[in-house]
């Protein structure tokens, strides 16, 4: 692709606050230097707030997990002798157990196979080539939030993917970046499937209920119906701003300052007879991989009696049995090592489908040849990993203090302290969320600071926990995508950088911020017409209204 030349066009008010958006998030320093300037920063703040006291009522029960003895939530300092200790003897551990990074090095060992064998090239042309321009849009946004039922493959596969398939198309790769981003990150709460991320969050609203009613229960399939409904819903808005205001934003893509080693000129070309006959092996590698994942989840059927035997034992003794990665004392396949481990499904995944056409076309011929690729994928995550360094630092720091807890009690006070108590309660309640999330990016640590002051708040003014669950979701899933305290954050500003390298945090936020705005907007409003003009439950069993 060469470079584009740059074109007039006219910029209405919308792109022209964009552009402010860009411009002021660009003059923040390189993200590498911002996140170690927000770490110090947190030291220096929490120095403060641990001298005047700062400090807010708990709201969770005494003697739950984490509940200080007099039920208070204070600030930490670090800035004494207790946070110097404690910062130096686990600046390591911060950064080895982030979460993130051990599941991008494992799953970019499958990728890297995939990627120099030749067979990502090929299934993006395969797919791509032909295909209507808007629809491979659509199916890009609905593609990133079905793949939240295992959010790893969304992030670590799907985004770039998307990069390279815009590519193909003559297409700004950015934006298809920001439209898988947007279907990943933006609508994590939306799938057609019940995700790892559901049980948990009921475990949470059933704690957080139970402080009014000791027995209410809550479902994991509370909000099915809703995020089945919120699923296409997302698709739309999410295609609609990727074709008509972020695409025209970018403009047509300079490739003068990509990496040089992303950008592939043959990724339009049609497929030869060889890479056909390499992708139908690597899909008949794909259907054993699939049989061996049915093998381990399904349980209930003995191995055959004819496997063949050693010495006095049947192999059928030997192998694990059906359904090995349930979980072994409850057999749940939601909290499972099934899912909890998936990123070693992506890695057989890739290593698997890669070496398959690999060995088709000849670019995988000796175990020499994965080695190199697998060097060659993790030699690509320099600056990710760097990022990550500091980005754990500040996220840890951030913990430590308790300073999002604070701030995440703190809003929801001033919230109950409005005192309304109409469903329009619910647009301030999802504002607020969105807002938290921001500063507590994960979904699972905001509410379960959140939901015991506005699970038992909105369900004595007669709202149902499952309702207010799904309203809760939304808020947490809109402002996923601009906000760097979200973990993946770092990484999808690693991949952007690679067609961009002058690319900046601004312009990455910039970019999202149009999905953030439409999705909280629409979503919002879809909310109150499906619950409260629709009269429509949220999920199987689960009312709108609490009654006592």
């Keep these: 692709m060469t470079k584009a030349q740059p074109q007039a066009q006219k910029r209405n008010a919308f792109t022209r606050f964009l552009d402010a958006v860009e411009w002021l ?22 120095g403060f707030f641990g001298w005047i006291g700062l400090a807010v009522v708990d709201p969770r029960p005494a003697g739950a997990p984490g509940v200080a003895e007099d039920g208070m939530i204070r ?14 003897t686990s600046l ?24 120099r064998s030749g067979l990502l090239s090929a299934a993006v042309r395969g797919m791509v080539l032909g295909a209507p321009r808007h629809a491979v849009t659509v199916a890009i946004v609905f593609a990133g939030i079905i793949s939240n039922t295992a959010s790893e493959v969304g992030y670590v596969v799907l985004i770039p993917l998307a990069g390279a398939i815009f590519y193909a198309l003559g297409r700004h790769p950015l ?6 981003f947007a279907g990943v990150s933006g609508g994590y709460s939306a799938n057609l499937l019940i995700g790892t991320i559901d049980p948990l969050l009921a475990g949470i609203t059933e704690e957080a209920a139970q402080l009014i009613d000791p027995d209410y229960v809550v479902n994991a399939t509370a909000n099915w119906y809703f995020m089945v409904a919120s699923t296409f819903l997302i698709t739309l808005i999410g295609s609609l701003v990727t074709i008509f205001i972020v695409e025209p934003k970018l403009g047509p893509y300079d490739s003068s300052g990509a990496d040089p080693t992303i950008l592939d000129e043959n990724m339009m ?44 034992t049947s192999i059928a003794e ?26 070693v499904w992506i890695l057989i995944f890739f290593l698997v489908t890669g070496y398959a056409y690999g060995r088709t076309v000849g670019t995988m011929k000796t175990d020499r040849d994965i080695i190199d690729a697998m060097a060659a994928a993790l030699s690509s995550l320099g600056l990710y990993i760097v990022l990550v360094f500091f980005a754990a630092q500040f996220v840890a720091f951030f913990g430590w203090t308790n300073l999002g807890a604070i701030s995440a009690v703190t809003g929801a006070q001033f919230l109950k302290d409005t005192g309304m108590t109409g469903p329009s309660v619910f647009f301030f309640f999802i504002i607020m969320c969105a807002i938290i999330n921001l500063s507590l990016g994960s979904a699972s640590a905001q509410w379960a600071v959140t939901a015991p002051i506005f699970v038992p708040m909105l369900m004595l003014i007669g709202y149902s926990p499952e309702a207010i669950q799904a309203a809760y979701r939304i808020g947490d899933s809109s402002t996923n995508i601009i906000t760097p ?12 950088t690679r067609y961009d390298k002058n690319l900046g945090v601004g312009t990455l936020i910039a970019m999202m911020l149009p999905y953030s705005m439409f999705f909280i907007l629409t979503w919002s409003g879809f909310f109150v017409l499906w619950t409260f003009v629709l009269g429509l439950p949220v999920g199987p069993g689960s009312p709108t209204y609490y009654t006592p």
């Excluded at 600030?75 to 130096?88: C, H, P, Y």
């Excluded at 934006?175 to 898988?180: F, I, L, Q």
């Excluded at 305290?485 to 952007?496: E, K, P, R, V």
């Design 92 to 115: 390591t551990t911060n950064f080895t157990s982030f979460a993130p990074l051990g599941v991008v090095l494992v799953a970019m060992l499958g990728v890297g196979v995939a990627e």
């Design 75 to 88: 600030a930490v300092s670090l800035f004494n002798g207790d946070g110097v200790r404690r910062i130096f």
């Design 318 to 343: 030997i192998l694990p049995g059906w359904g090995v990665l349930r979980d072994p004392d409850t057999s749940s396949v939601m909290r499972s090592p099934f899912f909890s481990g998936f990123v």
């Design 269 to 312: 070309n049609d497929l030869t007879g060889e890479e056909k006959r390499g992708l139908v092996r690597a899909g008949l590698a794909l259907l054993a991989i699939l049989a061996t994942m049915v093998y381990t989840l399904l349980p209930g059927f003995p191995l055959p009696g004819w496997l063949p035997f050693i010495g006095d």
């Design 485 to 496: 305290m979200m973990s993946y954050f770092g990484l999808i500003l690693a991949w952007a």
């Design 175 to 180: 934006a298809g970046m920001a439209a898988a």
């Design 25 to 46: 998030g660009n003059l923040l320093p390189h993200p590498v230097t911002l996140f170690a300037i927000l770490a110090f920063g947190i030291v220096l703040l929490s």
